[in-house]
């Protein structure tokens, strides 16, 4: 079936029917292949879906997210839909898999001596719990280390289930230090420069490279324990 002759609402409809039974993002170059429409078309659908949710004040939301588009929950829903649904509720993560995540989305790509090291404890156990979840991936080996340990970083249901259209979307760690002493002592532990970031990204892969847009932009900032609240609406 082809859109090509059928009016803009159309075509609105169409995409937001597709998005709705989609399980997970989906590119406008997609939409445009199973409408057999202009992608410029599909653009200005997607626009059009995504101001129409807003202005009605929808429980719903169009969100750009890891390279395609997908439906979540309006996050002034979140309290009622967590009560209502216990899928994030039975696969929630400890405070010790939050604070590991958060260390591996700041300094991807990083070993887990390099993460038990800013978390003074040994990490093996959520780093574990993390690729298991698929938040976390073997991202290449640190060549440049004794017995070239693996790299690890976020994955692209990371980037899903926080909402993030890249890990360049991220929120400043600087917002979470409660003062200069904070970001002091944060920087000395991560102990990491902006040209120490601009060589992880030039040695790690394409995918991760994708997910590090943000990483020469967070120096001299605390790993942010406010990861979960990132994960502000369900994905449809």
Request: proline share 4%; glycine share 6%.
């Amino acid at each position: 079936m082809t859109f090509q002759a059928s009016p803009d609402a159309d075509i609105v409809g169409a995409i937001e029917a597709l998005l709705f039974v989609s399980d997970e993002p989906v590119s406008a170059l997609t939409l445009a292949e199973m409408l057999d429409v202009e992608l410029v078309r599909v653009a200005a659908a997607l626009d059009a879906l995504q101001q129409r949710l807003a202005q009605q004040e929808s429980g719903i939301q169009l969100r750009e997210v890891a390279g395609g588009w997908r439906l979540y929950t309006h996050p002034r829903h979140h309290d009622l839909i967590e009560r209502y649904v216990l899928s994030w509720d039975t696969r929630r993560l400890s405070a010790a898999a939050l604070e590991t995540l958060a260390v591996i989305a700041y300094c991807q790509p990083a070993t887990r001596a390099q993460v038990a090291s800013i978390r003074g404890v040994n990490s093996d156990s959520p780093i574990n719990s993390l690729v298991e979840k698929g938040l976390v991936r073997e991202a290449g080996k640190d060549t440049s280390s004794p017995g070239q340990p693996t790299l690890y970083a976020t994955t692209r249901t990371f980037l899903e289930k926080f909402g993030l259209a890249s890990a360049a979307d991220l929120p400043d760690l600087e917002l979470f230090a409660p003062d200069d002493e904070t970001r002091a002592l944060i920087a000395e532990r991560l102990g990491v420069t902006r040209s120490q970031a601009d060589e992880a990204v030039a040695m790690i892969d394409d995918e991760t490279a994708l997910d590090l847009g943000f990483v020469s932009d967070f120096v001299d900032a605390p790993f942010f324990e406010a990861a979960h609240e990132q994960e502000d609406g369900h994905d449809r």
